[in-house]
């Protein structure tokens, strides 16, 4: 994800670009719905286990109840943990069947 914010900083000068990892102040993720809120759109970079995370289904739930576009990306290389479409949607199904 820091290459695609790299790219997209690159591409649209002046495009603020929030990554949780690069610009949680100190770790709060108490605030993770109001970054979601102030954003345009949601990239949601999918890999194994992602919708298992606490986190990532709070953001997922702010983007939608604030009608925020979900763009998902999914990286089929398994260095970076990373799957077909087919096995996303498995993990998506199987997380939605979980609760």
Same mark, same amino acid.
């Given at each position: 994800?820091?290459?695609?914010?790299?790219?997209?900083?690159?591409?649209?000068?002046?495009?603020?670009?929030?990554?949780?990892?690069?610009?949680?102040?100190?770790?709060?993720?108490?605030?993770?719905?109001?970054?979601?809120? $102030? /954003?345009?759109?949601? *990239?949601? =970079?999918?890999? +194994?286990?992602?919708?298992?995370?606490?986190?990532?289904?709070?953001?997922?739930?702010?983007?939608?109840?604030?009608?925020?576009?979900?763009?998902?990306?999914?990286?089929?290389? $398994? /260095?970076?943990?990373? *799957?077909? =479409?087919?096995? +996303?949607?498995?993990?998506?199904?199987?997380?939605?069947?979980?609760?």
């Amino acid at each position: 994800m820091r290459v695609i914010k790299l790219r997209l900083s690159t591409l649209l000068p002046g495009i603020r670009v929030f990554l949780d990892v690069d610009d949680l102040r100190d770790g709060n993720m108490g605030d993770l719905e109001e970054y979601v809120n $102030s /954003s345009q759109f949601f *990239l949601a =970079f999918i890999s +194994a286990g992602y919708f298992r995370s606490y986190n990532v289904c709070r953001e997922l739930r702010a983007s939608h109840h604030k009608k925020k576009p979900v763009i998902p990306v999914i990286d089929h290389h $398994s /260095s970076h943990s990373g *799957l077909t =479409f087919t096995e +996303a949607e498995g993990e998506l199904i199987s997380s939605k069947e979980a609760r």
